[in-house]
């Protein structure tokens, strides 16, 4: 093992290159660069080839802590792969020096890597002494980031849980027959009641509607070959199941190879089972996954009453903050674009004025409903106040919003509102205004302002339609601070 000590800039010309890797890490963006500066001189850069371990599970050995600079770990327990860490600015070791105990897991190499190692011997701190070493002040950063980024991270796939009892849906895909009768069968037996949607090729759920929701996803994705090398349409199959299903269990041959198993993992994957596999085993699956799909109808249940819209059901102007807050948050690393409609009742003040604000929240009640039919599974629709509403979409660039918008519009204007016929043109209808993030703009205010701009040219052209951003952003991901 290569120990370079960074103690100071002069010793270490990459020194400089060095603290700006760091500093783009996403636990690191927000340090100023002159404590970072700091905090770096102290520790020493090293050097390791694959399969080197860093930390070893049990151990009771004085705690290092350690910064991705370059290269990939994992982090196993009993052997068994639990995360991956392969972003410049990782942090493993932290945890060790704030409490004494036996480390948790194996952190081992799994390329060559070069890290940032700070020995245990700055982490000892004098108890008469009330100044506090600079690495705790580092500490204290990583722990708020790593809060921040999970809390964002679990809201965000929070959305995608279930939001209500009934109309249970599955999706088996699978190209071979056989082996899509016995994922249905095995559901049949399992999950009573839920309704079975049958596809032999994954390009038919990539193209399938984009408003369905689905509880439990059962797909092969054998037809990938080597799904390492067809990593990005593996992926991309992967992601169109996670804005549609709440669980997603592959059912391949891939699965048994522990490799592609770590990458599906990664990818998002819930549940692996390898082909062949018998019915008692699918089964067995399916339930806990019903299991599931009731446990968190009941969490959904006690978390909506702080974060929901009285009349509408909604989702309130609090909730849909800390949503737009998360998306921004988890964007620097998942790179994924989100979209917003704004989007309100045409002539909706005359609607209430010639019927009475009774029958008013009766129809805010009815267009609150057709966005939560018509929207995808993690998308967020919000009461933003009085007739207007927001509906969040992730992952999700500015086509596939204004179709989501379009459908929208389209559902409004066919429904059966009460008394419509006495609004202009005699229909109840919505105008929409759509901008994508980081798109049309770099930040949650200017982003809902350029919605907001899109809705009144909308009414400008005469309502009941959808208008988009047209501004186009450059933006460099490096550059992109949350």
């Known amino acids: ?69 370059e290269g990939s770990l994992a982090i196993l327990s009993n052997d068994k792969f639990i995360l991956r860490l392969d972003q410049t600015g990782d ?26 190692v700070f020995p245990a011997e700055l982490f000892a701190v004098d108890a008469s002494s009330p100044l506090a070493s600079v690495l705790y002040v580092l500490f204290s950063h990583i722990l708020a980031a790593k809060l921040r980024i999970t809390t964002a991270q679990s809201m965000v796939h929070r959305s995608r849980r279930v939001a209500a009892l009934g109309k249970v849906k599955v999706a088996v895909v699978d190209v071979n027959l056989a082996d899509r009768m016995l994922a249905k069968s095995a559901v049949k037996n399992s999950w009573q009641g839920a309704k079975i949607y049958e596809f032999s090729d994954p390009s038919q759920v990539v193209d399938y509607d984009e408003t369905s929701r689905f509880d439990l996803i059962i797909a092969d994705i054998d037809f990938f070959g080597d799904i390492r090398r067809d990593w990005n349409r593996t992926s991309s199959l992967v992601k169109t199941m996670q804005l549609r299903g709440a669980h997603i269990v592959i059912l391949s041959k891939s699965c048994r190879n522990p490799e592609d198993r770590k990458l599906l993992i990664k990818m998002g994957v819930d549940d692996l089972m390898e082909k062949p596999c018998t019915e008692v085993d699918l089964n067995h699956l399916i339930r806990r996954v019903q299991s599931w ?35 921004t948050t988890v964007y620097p690393e998942e790179k994924q674009p989100f979209s917003l409609i704004i989007t309100d009742i045409d002539s909706f003040k005359h609607y209430n004025d010639t019927n009475g604000h009774q029958m008013g929240d009766v129809v805010l009640k009815q267009v609150a409903d057709l966005m939560m039919e018509k929207v995808r599974r993690g998308d967020l629709a919000a009461r933003f106040g009085g007739e207007e509403f927001v509906i969040v979409l992730p992952s999700c660039g500015k086509n596939a919003a204004l179709r989501v918008a379009e459908t929208l519009r389209n559902a409004v204007e066919l429904a059966d509102f009460p008394l419509q016929e006495g609004q202009p043109g005699g229909k109840l209808t919505t105008t929409l205004g759509v901008a994508t993030f980081p798109q049309d703009a770099l930040d949650v205010d200017t982003l809902l302002k350029k919605a907001d701009d899109c809705l009144y040219e909308g009414k400008r052209r005469g309502k009941n339609v959808v208008v988009a951003a047209q501004s186009r952003v450059e933006v460099q991901l490096s550059e992109f601070t949350g």
Do not use: W
């Open 1 to 69: 093992m290569n120990k370079e000590p960074l103690s100071t800039q002069a010793e270490h010309p990459e020194f400089a290159s060095i603290v700006q890797l760091v500093q783009s890490g996403r636990y690191f963006r927000r340090l100023a660069p002159e404590i970072l500066c700091s905090v770096l001189k102290q520790g020493s850069l090293i050097t390791l080839e694959k399969d080197c371990y860093l930390i070893r599970e049990g151990s009771e050995a004085p705690p290092e802590m350690y910064i991705l600079v």
């Open 91 to 116: 942090v493993v070791g932290e945890m060790a020096v704030i409490q004494s105990a036996p480390r948790s897991a194996d952190v081992v190499t799994e390329s060559t890597c070069r890290l940032i």
């Open 293 to 327: 799909y009731y446990k968190n109808i009941e969490l959904d249940k006690a978390e909506a009453e702080a974060e929901t819209d009285g009349l509408t059901g909604l989702a309130n102007r609090r909730r849909l903050d800390q949503f737009l807050d998360a998306l």
